[in-house]
């Protein structure tokens, strides 16, 4: 019985937190997928909420959501954040609780925050960071986009663990029409 009635408890506060969590966030559709967007505003540094799921110790073929725990475990996130999109300039993160009189990380648990201001009807994102070898091109489209969603730290790495497909980017990039620049107002330009 008491077990029971824990779990019952700790499934009324999870969905007590998912309810808070819908009041601010709405999923739609997006050029890849579904997508997480405000549904009002949000202030820098906000705790969203953290991200459900199931815990798991290897990786399963079928998902493409699944994010690496601090222990070496892996979340197979649940609606509605397991549809948090890439980008290489996001607006939010994912963090761990760390507790802070011994630094050391606390339980195998996820939480999305804002990195700055989030105006209703934006998307909400995080940088994926994969690494070289998992590396996908992204459609991100930010000013600042890699290419790839790949961990910046291991972009260089992308030529040897991915040769076909890098060969491929840099055949695309030098054959694509360049992008056009736009002034900054009030920026003098050469004559």
């Not at 601090?70 to 649940?78: D, I």
């Not at 972009?155 to 497909?165: K, N």
């Not at 054959?175 to 002034?183: D, I």
């Amino acid at each position: 019985m008491k077990q029971t009635t824990s779990t019952a408890k700790k499934t009324a506060a999870k969905q007590k937190e998912l309810d808070r969590l819908m009041r601010k966030i709405r999923i739609e559709d997006t050029p890849v997928g579904k997508g997480v967007f405000a549904e009002r505003k949000l202030g820098e540094d906000v705790v969203l909420g953290e991200i459900f799921g199931e815990i798991l110790d290897d990786h399963p073929e079928d998902s493409s959501y699944c994010m690496e725990l601090q222990s070496g475990r892996l979340l197979e996130p649940e609606p509605p954040l397991r549809f948090v999109n890439h980008s290489c300039e996001p607006n939010c993160e994912l963090f761990y609780w760390v507790d802070e009189e011994s630094d050391e990380p606390g339980e195998d648990r996820l939480w999305l925050q804002t990195l700055r201001k989030i105006e209703p009807g934006e998307e909400l994102t995080i940088d994926y960071c994969w690494p070289a070898d998992a590396a996908i091109r992204c459609r991100c489209e930010s000013s600042v986009c890699r290419g790839w969603i790949v961990d910046p730290d291991e972009f260089d790495q992308l030529a040897t663990s991915q040769p076909d497909a890098w060969a491929a980017y840099l055949t695309e990039s030098r054959s694509a029409a360049p992008r056009q620049r736009t002034r900054r107002a009030g920026r003098k330009t050469a004559e």
